[in-house]
């Protein structure tokens, strides 16, 4: 009964989006194009192409405004290529439960998002760690207010030392104390985000319980 | 100094709820982002993931971007 406008005829054998999902017409025009051949299907490639070199130059005017023209324009463009490919090859994984402008921009927005990252990041060795966790322990003595407050962080560089393993305390120093971007540690430690934000959350979620425990 | 030094117990401890994590994030990100663009709750849509942006400063910089691209597209508020 549905009317064939709102829903997603052609498409079903080749995309993941549900019998009956409702696409809007620009998502279902751009999808039915996109698993097509022909013609057809490469103007489709250049528009998608279009939308996804916004949202990576969107990405890069916000993040790294002290770029270069040049340089700015060279990730973007790189990173709506790379994203090009990556919603391509996973255009089977879009379930219609947004618009597939907005699915196909955040392929974009990674991209560009990480290279940023990396770029500003690419002369800099990251940091090393004990000097800066002893920050944590009294540094630079404070005002009488803020006494309350070193106790707790001394607490918490305590239970750093008492209960992570030395990837925890290394990953979690990097990323919570030292500001390293996660796509740069991951990079440098050959890892992936997701996997380094696994090992912050279990140490976030030992030093919780110890916290507790001692308080 | 005490806005840094909690921003730093912030980062070390993380958000205090059940969060999702970066790859399940990314996954959600579209759907999450279009449901809060249309005014809907996007958060009883996909529990965990607003706890996570709070917990990751990298997919939050890249759920404030796509929530203004989409923004953007949709125009000004009529
Ligand atoms: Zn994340």
Redesign the interface.
């Known amino acids: 009964m549905t009317p064939a406008t709102t829903t997603v005829p052609g498409v079903m054998r080749t995309s993941s989006v549900a019998p009956g999902t409702r696409l809007d017409p620009e998502s279902q025009e751009l999808l039915q194009a996109l698993t097509g051949s022909g013609r057809a299907y490469d103007d489709a490639c250049a528009r998608l192409h279009e939308l996804l070199l916004r949202a990576a130059r969107f990405e890069v005017t916000r993040r790294a405004r002290s770029l270069k023209g040049a340089e700015a324009d060279a990730i973007a463009t790189e990173a709506a290529d790379d994203a090009l490919l990556a919603v391509l090859r996973r255009l089977d994984d879009f379930r219609g439960l947004s618009k597939l402008t907005t699915w196909a921009y955040k392929f974009a927005l990674y991209e560009a998002a990480v290279k940023v990252r990396r770029h500003a990041w690419r002369d800099r060795e990251l940091p090393v760690e004990p000097d800066t966790l002893a920050s944590l322990h009294g540094g630079v003595p404070g005002p009488e207010e803020d006494v309350e407050m070193r106790e707790r962080l001394g607490t918490i560089a305590a239970a750093i030392d008492e209960v992570l393993t030395p990837h925890q305390r290394r990953v979690l120093v990097a990323l919570a104390v030292n500001g390293v971007p996660i796509d740069v540690l991951a990079e440098r430690l050959s890892t992936t985000r997701g996997a380094l934000y696994k090992t912050l959350h279990d140490a976030r979620a030992k030093l919780r319980v110890q916290l507790e425990e001692t308080s | 100094?005490?806005d840094r030094?909690?921003e730093?117990?912030g980062?070390?401890?993380?958000p205090?709820g059940p969060?999702i994590?970066?790859?399940a994030c990314?996954e959600e990100?579209?759907?999450y982002?279009?449901l809060e663009a249309a005014g809907k709750d996007a958060d009883a849509a996909v529990p965990g993931l607003r706890a996570h942006l709070e917990?990751?400063?990298?997919c939050r910089?890249?759920h404030e971007?796509?929530l203004?691209?989409?923004r953007?597209?949709q125009g000004p508020a009529s």
């Open positions: 100094m005490e030094d909690n730093l117990i980062r070390l401890l993380g205090a969060e994590g970066c790859d990314f990100l579209d759907r982002v279009d917990g990751c400063p990298a910089e890249e971007s796509l203004a691209l989409v953007e597209d």
